[in-house]
């Protein structure tokens, strides 16, 4: 018989030997590939990230909390949001600014430039509290197109398309506001996207016809062509007018209301 030292002493040595025999191959772990470019107006593709979704763990994050200085929510809506990413890095958005994929911003048609909204993913409950810099989502029955951070934030990076409440607190007060003659914000109306520019040019022609008042544009985009009009009276009201008289040939085409400040 051997004393225990001397057992563990022998045990120890045939771990070594056999460790020694057998080398353990190294394999990198590869993360699944981004969501396919479903939810959005152009190509999503994005860096590919490795942490766990929501739900992994079974654990459900709370909504993130808001500032007491923003108050109460002014608005609230419910429907489809998105994310963009590249191309749009590094371009100027709506409101001037560079757009910077990993700040906490999103797009929206018609909520005014500064404004904090809180998005709230309704399958998960992720919440998360984000500025709106840039304009659109361009497609029909969305509401909000969200940078790839605040994406990530809410649970609708890999998803692509989300079903989300959003809520928006009363927007920043401009230095000149009382100088604004449109209290209720300066519009516009955009019509596109067209598959061909010809298509685009048309509309213009046609648009500057009936408007004549109008500063009527036409201009490419990442997913086609696109016309915006520009009312005399840039008012909700007579912008919803423009829009509701405008009936493009193509069918994939169709007016948006977009507030411009």
């Known amino acids: 018989m051997c004393s225990r030292f001397g057992c563990a002493m022998t045990l120890s040595a045939f771990a ?51 500032p007491n200085s923003y108050g109460n929510p002014v608005s609230t809506e419910i429907g489809l949001a998105s994310w963009y990413g590249p191309p749009y890095a590094g371009r100027k958005g709506a409101d001037g600014t560079v757009y910077d994929q990993n700040a906490m911003t999103a797009a929206h048609l018609t909520l005014p430039m500064g404004t904090m909204v809180r998005v709230t993913n ?64 300066r519009w516009c109306v955009q019509i596109g996207a067209f598959a061909r520019e010809s298509d685009a040019v048309k509309l213009k022609e046609d648009l500057l016809r009936r408007y004549a008042t109008a500063k009527v544009i036409e201009f490419p985009g990442p997913t086609g062509y696109w016309v915006r009009v520009n009312p005399k009276f840039p008012d909700k009201r007579t912008a919803t007018e423009v829009a509701d008289g405008i009936h493009p040939k193509d069918p994939a085409a169709e007016p948006y209301l977009i507030r411009t400040d």
């Open 16 to 66: 070594l030997m056999a460790s020694g025999c057998h080398r353990e191959t190294t394999r990198a772990y590869q993360p699944p590939p981004p969501p396919a470019a479903t939810g959005t107006v152009a190509s999503r593709s994005a860096p590919r990230t490795t942490e766990p979704s929501a739900g992994t763990s079974g654990v459900v994050p709370s909504p993130v909390p808001v």
């Open 122 to 185: 309704l399958s998960t409950n992720q919440s998360a509290v984000v500025k709106i810099t840039d304009r659109g989502p361009f497609v029909r029955g969305r509401i909000i197109d969200l940078s790839l951070a605040a994406a990530k934030a809410t649970g609708v990076y890999r998803a692509g398309v989300a079903k989300v409440r959003v809520e928006a607190f009363a927007p920043p007060v401009r230095a000149n506001a009382d100088l604004n003659p449109y209290p209720g914000g």
